[in-house]
Every structure is written in C-alpha cells, then in structure tokens.
C-alpha cells in the first residue's frame, strides 16, 4: 500500500497569490486530517475530513484557507490570498487502524515571499 | 485545553550513550489519553515511533521505549544507547477523542537530538 503522498514538496509563493496544495491520503481511507508546522506554534489541525466531509475546520484558518475532499484519493488546500505569515510546512495525514495514531505525509514547505 | 511539554533541544549526546527526552502532559478533555512518540529524520516525513494507549502500559520501538505513567503525566522516551542514525526530532503527542469523531492529536514543540559519533 502507498503511504500519504502530497505535492509539490517545495513551493515559493509571492504575497497575494493563491497556491493549492495536494494530498493523496492511504488507500482507500476516506478521513484526512491537514496540519500546518511552524517552530513557533509546532502542529496545528487545520481541517478534518470524515467520509470526505469537512468535520473540522481549524477555525483561527478559515479566512483564506479551504479544504477540500472531491474523493477518497485526493484532497487539496487552497491559500488565498497567500501572505508571508503562511510560510510553513503543510502535513496531511491518514488515520490508522483503530483511528489512534495518524500517518503522515513528507509534508509542502511553503515560503511567501 | 490540552497541552504537552517536552525537553527544549538540541540535546547532544555521544553514540553508545544513554538518552531520555522528557515528556509531560495535561488531559483536561479525558481521563485517559492515548500516548505518541513521533519521528522526523532528516530528510524524511513525520513517523510514528511507538504509542501506547492503555495507562501504565510500555511502548518499545527500534530500542526506545516509553511508560505511560498516569500518576506523573509523563511520557518519558528512553534509549539505553544511542546510534548516529537517531539523530532526529522527536515529538511528543497526546490523543483524545473529539466530539467530530476523530482522535485529536496535540503535539509537543519537538526535540532535537542530535547524536555525535
């Protein structure tokens, strides 16, 4: 079974633009879970998805970020507008068995200039 | 809400040597969470190390472990000798059920070891 996948794994945006991350959760698993990484704040959850339907959506992020789950293959995050606070590392991940632990992606870093 | 605290890095250490990363937690959602050790080298994605979900129970992994200790809320992670290839960051997490039916996970700042040879 292929892991979580996500693209691109490097992206430089400039202030304004939009950019869309992609992730492809475990095989078969309809629950995804997206995250953004900094030093400062560490993991925060930026949206949930159960069956593909959006169950959490990060709150503080719903401005300018959207989610979304158009099948159990694939997902995407949409920044728009980008601006340089966003500059991170962009994880999405699967459940695991028994939905304890979650497996992650290689992660999106993100640099808006 | 719920928080976790692990050791601030770098810790630096010598191969062959032992090792502990502290890790407490506070659980104001539920009595009992699940516990995580996570991993990132160099290079690589976020991994799961061990997890032990039952209280006072120990989780092993590539030769660490960890003892979910409910009277100190502490998740200690051990290696009684370390290699090189463990440099790393390793990331505390605690898990708790969400009223969205999902496991939340709340993750510690990470640390990072960095073993010399």
């Known amino acids: 079974d292929a892991g979580v996948t996500q693209t691109p794994r490097h992206e430089v945006a400039e202030k304004g633009q939009t950019i869309i991350l992609k992730c492809e959760p475990v095989s078969g698993h309809n629950d995804l879970f997206w995250y953004r990484q900094t030093k400062i704040q560490g993991l925060e959850l930026l949206s949930y998805?159960?069956?593909?339907?959006?169950?959490?959506d990060g709150g503080a992020f719903k401005d300018r970020f959207k989610a979304e789950m158009l099948n159990s293959s694939f997902s995407t995050l949409k920044i728009q507008p980008t601006e340089p606070k966003d500059s991170a590392v962009y994880l999405c991940?699967?459940?695991?068995?028994?939905?304890?632990?979650?497996?992650f992606g290689p992660g999106t870093r993100l640099t808006v200039l | 809400g719920d928080s976790v605290t692990q050791t601030e890095g770098p810790v630096t250490v010598s191969e062959s040597e032992s090792l502990i990363i502290n890790c407490t937690y506070s659980?104001?959602?539920?009595?009992?969470?699940?516990l995580f050790w996570y991993v990132r080298y160099p290079g690589e994605g976020l991994q799961l190390l061990l997890k032990v979900i039952t209280a006072g129970q120990k989780g092993s992994s590539r030769g660490f472990e960890a003892t979910y200790n409910k009277e100190t809320t502490s998740f200690h992670l051990q290696k009684a000798s370390v290699q090189e290839s463990d440099s790393a960051v390793y990331y505390c997490a605690l898990g708790a059920a969400h009223d969205s039916g999902y496991n939340k996970l709340t993750f510690g700042k990470g640390t990072v070891l960095l073993v010399s040879p």
């Open positions: 659980a104001t959602s539920i009595a009992y969470p699940n």
């Open positions: 998805f159960r069956s593909k339907s959006l169950m959490e």
């Open positions: 991940a699967s459940p695991g068995t028994g939905y304890a632990e979650q497996f």
